[in-house]
């Protein structure tokens, strides 16, 4: 009983925390003081790992993961209520939702199935092109949404046979040169823009216009940003249960089987090829979602949103939070794309600073900041 | 079309094949010793053609300014200076990741390419700004009716032949040769055999760079104008050829190379609707070519070991 009160209260505690740790990283402007927040961060990270803290926080974590999930989405909204009314903090924070969104379709494919894809900003990009072109037609939007995702995984199906066909290296240079043909053929294409690229319009949700600032009374106007922080946060959830739900069930098993080692997972009567193409294709499809409202979000886009070195980053908040890793991912999507934003010093370098970190973490860490553990079956269950 | 401008498409198709394969090269000898893509190698040859240029403004201002002279000390700094940069990103990049993932070297070197790239831009003197790249070499041209055939294609030509060549005989024909060939084929037996693994692979990744560098040369010395996001492209396109011939193999390399500059070039003339879309459709063909040869047009030999 006293356990898990414990286990509880640390959860709250936790939870509480991290939204005053992400309300003070991202209302701070002064660079002396952001500095001074990330070494006390890491500090406490490091603290907390030399004395075993950490251990005993994950244990209270995976016996509790109903109550986590909660408090996590509870720390989300206290911390999009605190900047309600500011424009910038809200963009920031739903590009890190859908930068989560794109990168659990990335984990999908090669965290759980090991079936490699660097052409991630290029199916992103489909999904935002999607909403350029239908967006304008009197398709309901959150269908449009839906459509992205479903055009994605249709252009990812000309992948198909090449990918499955092919293996480790060969399979690397499969989508990056998917993703380079992807970006020559929006630059060159005229219907499209071309290198100007197009204006996308706001997400319309049954006549509520998400492009309009929220009035609630006289003196008190949200911004409308808001409208797409929720909608993302909505869509993060739901790729989050889909997400958990595949992993914990036969099919996730399945998956594991074929990236651990796929002659044997053929010895065992899986079938290799369905639970690739079931992979690679739901992963598109999460990446054409996102992409589909961060063109609406943005309302412009424009080929050089996805170049071969977009989908290097999607690819790095991958593996720097832990392949197949969920909460992982959520953090490094975070960092990678909250740090450069915070840290105008580094504006310039921000891409070295960036690139020589993830040499470092690949060197001396290389199993990403928050690993995927073991299968457990059983909640709690120390084996 | 008239045949002044077909001999012009087929003289740039050759010197893009030339450059391309000298890259896959590299590429396909790396994959040779140590079972790696370095993905930097694109970027190593940017660096290298900023080291040959600086070479250029150095000689320039100690007032050497005979063209012969500059070119062979523009040659070998960048050569010489890529060799050792090469041998230094194996040392302390790619042998420590040996026993990692595939994937794990992959990201490290495209990181690796990041950093050379941003490097360039950011400190070398107003790096972001392509540099104009002198021309060095003879300017006279002959007309051959409506086709002028330029006096330096031909020897940028014959020299990226003879390096092609050169590494070709010392691959095969040497001692050294021999010895990479052997760690290519199995490192255990290799170094039961007193074959210093170590050395090999530093020196390959010497050769490999050395050669992507004297391609960054020719490069700059065609075409007359570098940027610091050269590399990315042709690094790229290198990595497709080495992959479309088959990996491990110089003559796959070469093959992936020129195949390559061939569809480009092809794109160029055949698709008069739409001669920009030529990149997209040698990517496109490209992946056609992997789908129905897997591992390459000369097929890596494998077998699995269960």
Known sequence: MTQSFKDKAVIVLLAAAAAAFTITFIAIEEQAEIFALILFAAALVFAGAKFGFTRSIAQSLSRNERLMNVAVIAATLVVIFWFREDHFPLLMIATVMLYVIACCGLNMQFGYTGVVNFAGAAFFGVGCYTAAVLGDTSIPLLLVIILGGVIAAIVGSVLIIPVLRTRGHYAAVVTIAFGLLFRTFLEVNDTLGGPQGLGVSGMNLFGWDFNNNIEITENIELSFYLNYVILALVMVILTFVLMRRIERSWIGLNFDAVRLDETAAACFGINIKRWKIVAFTLGNFLAGTAGALYAMMLGFIAPSNFAFSDSLILVSIVLLGGMGSLWGTILAAGLVVLLPEKLQVIQEYRFLIYAVVMILILLFRPQGILPRGLRAYIPGWRG | ?306
């Open chain 2, 1 to 306: 079309m008239d045949v002044g401008l077909l001999g012009q498409f087929v003289v740039n198709g050759m010197m893009l094949g030339m450059m391309y394969a000298l890259v896959a090269v590299g590429f396909t000898l790396f994959f040779g010793v140590l079972d790696v893509i370095k993905f930097s190698h694109g970027d190593v040859l940017m660096v290298g053609t900023f080291a040959g240029f600086s070479t250029y403004l150095g000689m320039t201002a100690i007032g050497i300014d005979n063209a012969f002279i500059q070119l062979v000390g523009v040659l070998v700094i960048a050569v010489g200076s890529m060799a050792i940069l090469g041998a230094i990103i194996a040392r302390y990049l790619v042998l420590p990741l040996k026993s990692a993932p595939p994937l794990n070297t992959l990201l490290v070197t495209l990181m690796l390419g990041t950093v050379l790239r941003e490097a360039i831009r950011l400190f070398y003197p107003d790096g972001s700004n392509p540099k104009h790249f002198p021309s060095l070499l003879p300017t006279e041209s002959w007309s051959l009716g409506s086709f002028t055939l330029r006096a330096d294609s031909v020897i940028l030509l014959i020299g990226g032949l003879l390096v092609i060549i050169g590494v070709n005989v010392l691959i095969n024909r040497t001692r050294l040769g021999l010895a990479i060939r052997a760690v290519a084929q199995d490192e255990e037996t290799a170094k039961c055999m007193g074959i210093n693994f170590k050395m090999i692979v530093l020196l390959t990744f010497a050769l490999g760079s050395g050669v992507a560098a004297f391609a960054g040369v020719m490069n700059g010395l065609y075409y007359n104008e570098i940027n610091f996001g050269m590399g990315l492209l042709l690094g790229v396109i290198g990595f497709s050829a080495a992959i479309v011939g088959g990996l491990g193999n110089i003559y796959g390399a070469i093959l992936g190379g020129f195949l390559f500059a061939g569809l480009q070039t092809l794109g160029a003339v055949a698709l008069p609707f739409a001669s920009a879309y030529k990149d997209v459709f040698a990517f496109a063909v490209v992946i056609a070519i992997i789908a129905w040869r897997p591992t390459g047009l000369i097929a890596e030999k494998t077998s699995e070991r269960v």
